[in-house]
């Protein structure tokens, strides 16, 4: 599956590695298994977190409990506008549970530096803007790192997310579907584990993994969302409704976050007659355990 080849699932390939930790049990389960095969972890080996500042509550507190039992420094990293008083320019900072954004910081400056251009289905602005370039700038910038392989943490159920990386000096490696695993094996690991991510769950899946109101999400969990916590929901309508006014529009298919509803109509539907009437489907970035990748 993977073009990356080691002695065994969970070795680390030759060369520098970046661990992408999304903050969902998939990931967390898959950096345990590294840690258990390659024991402490070299400098040669990075572990990021990107917080866009619309995870919920819970899934930082998992990443920082990860962190904590298991020994391991998990950076965290979040987009800001260029800082003029960076020698390289970089558009991130580092930060902790303490003082990472909770309320769409990070979010809202990208959008504003884009001149509220929102993120659509052929335009993931959002992962490119939050999470890639942040990394990359880090590892290429202050770690002075060429190359790297990616560690994703997507699953052998998941064919369809596993592709080759775009970037030559920057393999992709899948060492959980390289070793076969499922959600089943991921459940499994959590529950005989002392902690886990304390969001609520479906099918083994958690539907609140990630930006809580990603536009890859199905219509039906976003509208579960708006049921079930309306504050977090009103968040992507303002984001929406301030996007159609500083752009000059009077709405319209292409200021949607996805194709379909917009947040305000989804919204509306859902006071008056609940969420059974909309789809299930995700789009494959936001489709399972919250792991939001490029790919």
């Known amino acids: 599956m993977s073009l990356i080849k080691t002695d065994n699932n969970y070795t680390l390939p030759d060369g520098n590695v970046l661990i992408n930790f999304s903050g969902g049990r998939t990931s967390g389960m898959m950096l345990h298994h590294i840690l258990e095969a390659n024991g402490p972890l070299p400098d040669r080996v990075q572990v990021i977190f990107a917080n866009t500042g619309r995870e919920m509550p819970e899934t930082l507190d998992f990443v920082a409990e990860c962190g904590e039992r298991w020994g391991i420094d998990i950076k965290w990293i979040e987009y800001r506008p260029d800082l003029t008083e960076s020698p390289h320019r970089h558009s991130y900072v580092l930060v902790d549970r303490e003082s990472a954004s909770v309320d769409g910081e ?68 899948y060492p959980l579907a390289d070793a076969g695993l499922t959600v089943r094996d991921v459940n499994e690991f959590w529950r005989a584990q002392p902690f886990d991510l304390r969001l609520p769950t479906n099918n083994g899946t958690t539907w609140l993994g990630n930006c809580d109101g990603c536009f890859l999400k199905s219509e039906a969990k976003r509208a579960r969302l708006a049921r079930e916590y309306p504050k977090r929901f009103e968040w992507w309508v303002n984001i929406e409704r301030l996007a159609t006014e500083k752009r000059g529009r009077k709405g319209g ?14 919204g509306k539907y859902v006071q008056r007659q609940g969420d059974w009437i909309f789809d299930t489907e995700d789009a494959l970035c936001q489709r399972d355990g919250g792991e939001c990748t490029d790919i």
């Open 106 to 173: 990070p979010f809202r400056a990208a959008l504003e530096r884009k001149h509220w251009m929102l993120p659509n289905a052929v335009g993931r602005s959002c992962t490119k803007d939050l999470k890639l370039d942040p990394v990359r700038k880090h590892l290429s910038h202050d770690m002075g790192w060429k190359a790297w392989a990616r560690t994703l943490g997507i699953r052998a159920d998941e064919p369809s997310r596993i592709k080759p990386s775009r970037w030559k000096t920057r393999p992709n490696w």
């Open 253 to 266: 298919r292409d200021m949607t976050f996805r194709d379909g509803q917009p947040y305000s109509q989804l």
